[in-house]
């Protein structure tokens, strides 16, 4: 998978994704390099098109394309119009 | 059978809007925070603190584009979904019922009007160029155009009501207002290489890309098989090959001469070159269709891939992805004039319909007749067929069928592949077809809300008709 390769301006830390939640104001506030990393985290949910489903692109769920090896690949779920709520290879609602 | 769907927990649009009202929520006294134990005298420590403040302030805006960007892919998915503007806690109820689409599509825009200018407005022409990749004014405006042309279509307007799509025409004169002022948005001059490479991020063409480090993998999943390291992956079917017009007399002999240049530009054909050597799917040639795992289309996918990376040695090379890019705000416009005010009617605005439209078509390297047809009908299917040539493969078709209300005919039928033999040194073609397809128009236009989401949410989370 791509890690996002965005860049700040100040280079603090972007590419480090771990985001401790539970930090208090108190801790947030001593650390002004804490801050650019909540500015980035926003960021770090973005969805790389690239690998959109069965690490590619979407296209193959419309009639643009088709996927060579569909055995075990999600793609078909589209396909064949058995995806439903319980099994969406396309869920990326809530975490 | 088939193993059991990967459940995927990370990159969820919910967790996305969370970071994004935390961030808000933390970040309101930045100016101070950001001066704590820190050298704000000294020259360079006053400049330092200067640009932090003046990033931190960009990115509070961003947060909020970045979460109108969230939901918009929600609803584009699910329709209405809930609205969660701050986070929540233990003490908070967070049984949220759904709201309608157009409520959270006001939101959307109400948000992306609220903060437009409190962006940076250009990052390529800023002291930031480093940064570009983060949300700039230009997203903005094209992420509103964009939600106002979804909102616009038949799928999400089923009265047809003329106003909207005067809204999404309005939105998109915004982006080509800006374009031509401080946006400074052109039409790339080279439609294969603006796709490859840095070229994605650098070029005048692109509002925004995300950027991602060198990698060989949309290579290796793409090549042909028979390119050491290929796998041929994602194979472009005849159906896509047949909406690429023909630019002069069509060959008997050659059915991918004298075609629209992004073609060849986008779709790897039969004899043609590609990583280092010349296609041949006839029986016994390199790529013989007979192969295990070779297309089973006939075509092999070019956009966004290097020609001959060595797959072997584990060459890489950059890919950025574009999300908004100026053609698509100029076919979205030409959508929303057309519907709006017909073809050639510009409403006092920058271009009419078809001035967007061929624009598109008369790229340096394309070079496209201009579409002539008079009807706002013809307008229509010949801006919809633009889309699907000049935006192939960008993840845009799927959506755009279901905008549409086409899907319910288009991904129901089967699709097409193209056999090849050879007879006597010339290459015959014949269409064939490759797989059924299946779209139940009783519930697939839109998604389902995940079943778990609606277990936990105590009746108050409606599921979608149908499902």
Known sequence: ?95 | MRSRIRIITTRASYSGIRAANFFLENSANYRAQLAINRDTISVSGKTNYRNDVLNIGWYRAEARVLRAWYYAELIKRYGGVPLVTRTLGLQDNINLPRASYDEVVSFIVGDLDRYKDSLQVNWKTSSFTNNDGRVSKGMALALKARTLLYAASPLNNPSGDVARWRAAAAAANEVLVFAAGAGQYTLDNNYRDYFLRNNTLTSGETIWAIRYPASSDPERRNYPIATAGGASGLTPTQDLVEAYEYKGKPDSLNPYANRDPRLGLSIVTNNSSWNGRTIDQSAGGTDDRRKTNASRTGYYLKKFLADGLNLVQNQTVVHNWPVFRFADVLLMYAEAMNEAYGPDNANGYTLTARQALNRVRSRSGVGMPDVTVTSPADFRAAVRRERRVELAFENHRYWDLLRWKQAATVLNSPVKGIAVSKTGGSFIYTPITVENRVFDASKMYLYPIPQVEINKSNGVLNQNPGW
């Not at chain 1, 690949?73 to 809530?94: E, K, Q, R, T």
């Open chain 1, 1 to 95: 998978m791509g890690v996002l390769g965005l860049l700040t301006g100040c280079q603090k830390e972007f590419l480090d994704t771990r985001i401790d939640t539970n930090q208090t104001e108190e801790t947030l506030s001593s650390n002004y390099a804490t801050l650019f990393s909540y500015a980035n985290a926003p960021y770090t949910f973005l969805r790389n098109e690239f690998t959109m489903l069965d690490n590619n692109l979407f296209s193959p769920v419309s009639d643009e394309t088709v996927q060579t090896t569909p055995g075990n690949s999600n793609v078909l779920f589209f396909n064949n119009g058995s995806w439903n709520a319980i099994s969406n290879p396309d869920n990326y609602y809530a975490g």
